[in-house]
């Protein structure tokens, strides 16, 4: 298998949106400018993406490129200073007590006051589900990631990759419509983000949210994702939309086993590779400025 038949280049205007999956997110000519004491500084330029509904999308590409920029701009924790972003609303008979996104942070974003219950707990409370829902709702995804024992511990008692499971426990059960993912499980060692990363998949199987995951991992991207967009050294842009091939359910050891998968992963990398080296000559060129 070449390269090319791997991972080809799609430029996001030509990206028609899955015939079976109607688009959820639409993004069209977005940038982001921040004010600095320095002058203007363009985070995002010029960027137009097509997300369908249910879909696995992983974001890679070097630091500075404005990936998380682009995930708080979806959240609503900022706005785009020129573009567009088009959310569909959720295909539900209620939906509008459904809320549009959840986040996932790569920092420790658990309430320490809280027990391992109430963080979980914390979207359903503040929505005023009934009592019955919410204890039905929190003990499945506790059981689902494994802390069911823990509830009433407190996140200081708890390991780093048990805090996050307790994060992503927290998000699945406040049931948005969009998942949004910062790097979750970047600060984790390789035996615990392996892990997550199974447990992660677990769970969306169960529900195919539509997802928006942040990684520099290479792996983490063609292991999670339905499609993988590689953005390029700032200014952030699309470089290249590819889709990851693999059939789901998928094990995380078995499909890294795969020769197609080493492939995928060296394509892609390839890519990604000219930007980081790109997005290093612009530091070392700004510290000597």
């Known amino acids: 298998m070449s390269a090319s038949a791997v991972a080809v280049p799609i430029l996001p205007e030509?990206?028609?949106?899955?015939?079976t999956a109607a688009v959820k997110i639409r993004i069209r000519n977005l940038s982001k400018i921040f004010e600095t004491r320095h002058g203007q500084f363009v985070a995002i330029d010029n960027l137009s993406l097509d997300i369908p509904a249910g879909c696995f999308f992983m974001i890679v590409g070097p630091s500075g490129c404005g990936k998380t920029?682009?995930?708080?701009?979806?959240?609503?924790?900022?706005?785009?200073s020129s573009g567009s972003v088009e959310i569909a609303a959720a295909d539900t008979g209620n939906a509008t007590d459904k809320p549009e996104n959840s986040m996932v942070f790569q920092g420790?974003?658990?309430?320490?006051?809280?027990?391992?219950?109430?963080?979980?707990?914390y979207g359903l409370t503040m929505r005023r589900k009934p009592r019955g829902e919410i204890k039905d709702v929190v003990g499945h995804y506790l059981a689902r990631t494994g802390l069911s024992?823990?509830?009433?511990?407190?996140?200081?008692?708890?390991?780093?990759?048990?805090?996050?499971?307790v994060s992503i426990a927290r998000a699945f059960a406040n049931d948005p419509d969009i998942l949004l993912m910062d790097e979750p499980f970047s600060a984790l060692d390789e035996q615990n983000k392996l892990l997550l990363q199974e447990e992660l998949l677990r769970i969306w199987d169960e529900t195919r949210k539509t997802v928006l995951f942040i990684t520099h991992s290479v792996d983490e991207a063609v292991t999670l994702g339905d499609r993988i967009l590689v953005m390029s050294a700032h200014p952030g842009r699309v470089k290249m939309v590819a889709d990851v091939p693999f059939e789901r359910p998928r094990h995380v050891l078995e499909l890294r086993a795969q020769p197609e998968y080493g492939k995928l992963v060296y394509s892609i990398w390839g890519e990604l590779r000219d930007e980081v080296q790109r997005a290093r000559a612009q530091d070392e060129e700004g510290a000597r400025s």
């Not at 420790?108 to 707990?121: E, G, I």
């Open 108 to 121: 420790d974003s658990l309430f320490p006051w809280m027990t391992v219950w109430q963080n979980a707990a």
């Open 149 to 165: 024992r823990f509830a009433d511990a407190y996140p200081h008692q708890l390991s780093g990759g048990m805090r996050q499971r």
């Open 14 to 19: 030509d990206r028609a949106a899955d015939a």
């Open 69 to 80: 920029t682009l995930l708080r701009i979806l959240g609503h924790l900022d706005t785009p």
